[in-house]
Structures are given as structure tokens and as C-alpha cells.
């Protein structure tokens, strides 16, 4: 069982910058790859970004490629993910997630993650 707490999120005018913590309790964090995702208001779940268990790979959104930054430190058990020139559409719940699955076959779908945090809310104002 692998507990997930995010952390970080708040209210950023547009073209600021937030970054996002999420801690983990698992007791080989490395085994994990870790995910986030995001839903907005009215929308579904949407894929943000994902990180391989090593961190030797990382994948992103066409949203937020250049912008964001997915990052893990497996002596910490914590990932993060540095969100620069925020944008009104980055607004939503951001979640990170966790999956001991392969990575090329999860890291993408929601539904491939068996591990959730509660969320923390990112408002940017435009």
C-alpha cells in the first residue's frame, strides 16, 4: 500500500510559477513510476506529466511541455512537478499518482495508476 500527499498548490497570477510536491510512503519509492494528472472544472482527468522509477525518463503533455517539470528524489520519497508561465487553463486539481506497472504501458492512462493523492488546488488568474 503506497500513501500519497500532495502538496504546494494556491492561487498564482498567470505567468507565475508553482511547484508541487508529493510525498510518498512506500518503502522502495524507486519501484513506483509517479504520475500527475489534473482536472478542471467541468472536465475529466487529464495526463500531465509521468516519471520513470530511476527518473531517467519523463513524459508530458503538449499543454505543458516547455513549461512544466517532473522531478523525483527517491532518498526524499517526493516528486515534484515545477509548473513556470502558468496559464488560466493550468487551473484544476492536480493529483499525483503512483503504479508499479511498466512504465511505456501506464504512465499515460489514469486508469493503469493504483495510487492517488487527495489533490491540491492550482488557481491561476488571468
Known amino acids: 500500500q503506497v500513501q500519497l500527499v500532495e502538496s504546494g498548490g494556491g492561487l498564482v497570477q498567470a505567468g507565475g510559477f508553482l511547484r508541487l510536491s508529493c510525498a510518498a510512503s512506500?518503502?522502495?519509492?524507486?519501484?513506483?513510476?509517479m504520475g500527475w494528472f489534473r482536472q478542471a472544472p467541468g472536465k475529466g482527468r487529464e495526463f500531465v506529466a509521468a516519471?520513470?522509477?530511476?527518473?531517467?525518463?519523463?513524459n508530458y503533455a503538449e499543454p505543458v511541455k516547455g513549461r512544466f517539470t517532473i522531478s523525483r528524489d527517491n532518498a526524499k520519497n517526493t516528486m515534484y512537478l515545477q509548473m513556470n508561465s502558468l496559464e488560466s487553463e493550468d487551473t484544476a486539481v492536480y493529483s499525483c499518482?503512483?503504479?508499479?506497472?511498466?512504465?511505456?504501458?501506464?504512465?499515460?492512462?489514469?486508469?493503469?495508476?493504483?495510487?492517488w493523492g487527495q489533490g491540491t488546488q492550482v488557481t491561476v488568474s488571468s
Open positions: 499518482a503512483a503504479t508499479a506497472r511498466p512504465y511505456f504501458s501506464a504512465y499515460a492512462h489514469d486508469y493503469r495508476y493504483d495510487y
Open positions: 512506500a518503502r522502495t519509492f524507486s519501484d513506483y513510476i
Open positions: 516519471i520513470s522509477g530511476s527518473g531517467t525518463i519523463t
